[in-house]
């Protein structure tokens, strides 16, 4: 385990073998000198900085915790209380304690971008919830939350991620990779495009493994809402190459899915359908093993898709 007082010197030791520059590296948390000073021994590193300095470097210490001064540890313990609350979709609970959060926090930017990221996450829930019901009268305040927690992921987002004429790499927290992965989920079609982009200029291939794959699977929703099959088939095809050559088959069950939703809009239009059905079938029925390995009740959805739509799986 390493001693909190070697951290400067852990940063400048992973920062020199993977031959990232000190601008690239704090671009967004904190100045090139202050990164400089800490990574000398001159001056303290508050430890939510240490752990993200060292995550946009791929690292990640194990037993953080033991790290923790006195006043750390209660922010850390009380972010996992919110966290917990949240996993129960305890909405009121989560809000209480994510005020309490705030009250004890100090005015520091990576803690106003967990508030603005965990509001965000609340108010997707709650929007979750309103969908469920189904009620007519809802559409107006589903709209609101849908808008309200899309504000706060970009300003989430905006708080450390600063693209620069002078930034050759964009690296990027655990932190800042759940908040884009949560935004992607909740943008429209162009930002969506933009979000790609972005990532593409991201050299780590575990980020391309964590982001890109959701990241089509969205365009892709947008796509077929369109109806432009084609397209999406091109954006499936690309995705899935990221998604199956990766050490997770994350999103590979949902890409196959959608594959064969895709690939049903178009057959009866081309004279090759036969063999586009029996491709269809093949989809399906990836997507429906994937689910059953993962313990996925989805595959139920994809096995009355398969008998409803196809006639077989």
């Not at 300003?155 to 991620?161: F, M, P, S, V």
Request: aromatic share 8%.
């Amino acid at each position: 385990m390493i001693e909190r007082s070697k951290l400067g010197e852990l940063i400048f030791f992973c920062r020199k073998i993977q031959k990232v520059s000190q601008y690239d590296l704090c671009s967004g948390l904190c100045s090139v000198s202050t990164l400089s000073r800490m990574e000398h021994g001159e001056i303290d590193i508050p430890i939510l900085l240490a752990q993200a300095l060292l995550q946009r470097l791929g690292v990640d210490i194990e037993r953080f915790e033991l790290l923790l001064g006195e006043q750390e540890y209660e922010y850390f313990a009380q972010r996992q209380i919110i966290e917990d609350a949240l996993h129960r979709e305890d909405i009121l609970q989560a809000e209480q304690e994510l005020v309490r959060y705030q009250e004890m926090m100090a005015q520091e930017k990576l803690h106003q971008q967990y508030v603005k990221f965990l509001n965000a996450k609340l108010l997707i829930l709650k929007l979750s919830k309103l969908e469920a019901q189904g009620r007519n009268h809802t559409k107006k305040e589903q709209k609101s939350l849908a808008a309200s927690a899309e504000q706060l992921l970009k300003e989430a987002l905006e708080l450390t991620i600063l693209e620069s004429p002078k930034q050759k790499h964009v690296l990027l927290s655990k932190t800042e990779i759940e908040i884009l992965m949560t935004a992607v989920q909740q943008y429209g079609l162009e930002k969506i495009v933009c979000v790609e982009e972005f990532v593409n200029k991201y050299e780590s291939l575990e980020l391309k493994e964590k982001i890109y794959p959701l990241i089509k699977l969205q365009k892709v929703k947008r796509l077929l809402d369109r109806e432009k099959s084609e397209e999406a088939l091109a954006e499936l095809r690309e995705g899935m190459a990221i998604a199956e050559i990766s050490m997770s088959y994350l999103y590979c069950a949902e890409l196959h899915f959608l594959y064969a939703k895709a690939l049903q809009m178009q057959w009866q239009e081309k004279p090759q359908w036969k063999q586009i059905q029996k491709e269809c079938i093949e989809h399906c029925k990836a997507a429906y093993y994937l689910y059953e390995f993962d313990g996925d009740c989805r595959k139920k959805e994809v096995e009355q898709w398969g008998y409803t739509v196809l006639g077989n799986l």
